[in-house]
């Protein structure tokens, strides 16, 4: 099972170039962040003309996120399951062939004095309650997506230029270290230990040229999938080329 996670950055305007990616690469399961677009307004037959069952929660000209799938889709789950609903469409879950799977788009915080910032902490608590209601850490999960954040130094090309920012504050890490707590493991930094991976890139500046980059879309999963993943990759092609996406897909492949 091929599984990646990509911000598209606006479906409408990106809807070519994701249609030559999932040709060129197949994967059996696409978790999609910021579509951008309404439900009436998802291209779900262009999808499924190309083979995936999709399943979308948007909000017009922000946020969106969606699931498309190869393998079947069922028990699609819009918003989280426990709390308040959130106001924004960030996060949707569905099962696909006995893996379950979240797509989110964690809020990105502004700053650390924004109200926005403390927005993004408690949307980060509030997911790690939806993981704990639909999922345990022996079962199938993955829950990728943009998070917003660079787990650890080593996931932005510039610590000090980032310093006093949100993606790399103390908080925000701590939200995600309860992740890992509770049986979440970051298989793609598993597999590759090594500095200089990214998976986002400022549109200024030349930054994707210069290697300025963050990792911050992630493709979390328990344990029988992460010891089942055969390997992971982010694909920089991707990020190449006429307009693109200023994220690349992050990809991991599970033996099933």
Known sequence: MLIATWNVNSLKARLPRVQAWLEDVHPDVVLMQETKMTDKAFPALTFK??????????????????????????NVRTNFVVGEPDGEARIITADCSGVTVVSVYVPNGRALDHEHYQYKLRWLDQLAKHVAAIATPSGNLVVGGDYNIAPADIDVWDTKALEGSTHVSAAERERLEALYGWGLRDVLREQHPEPGIYSWWDYRNGSFHRGWGMRIDLLLATSNIADATMWTAIDRNARKGEQPSDHAPVLMEVST
Request: proline fraction near 0%; hydrophobic fraction near 40%; glycine fraction near 20%.
């Open 49 to 74: 003309e190309m083979g995936y069952e999709s399943a979308h929660f948007g909000q017009g000209q922000w946020n969106g996120v969606a699931i498309l799938s190869r393998l079947g889709l069922d």
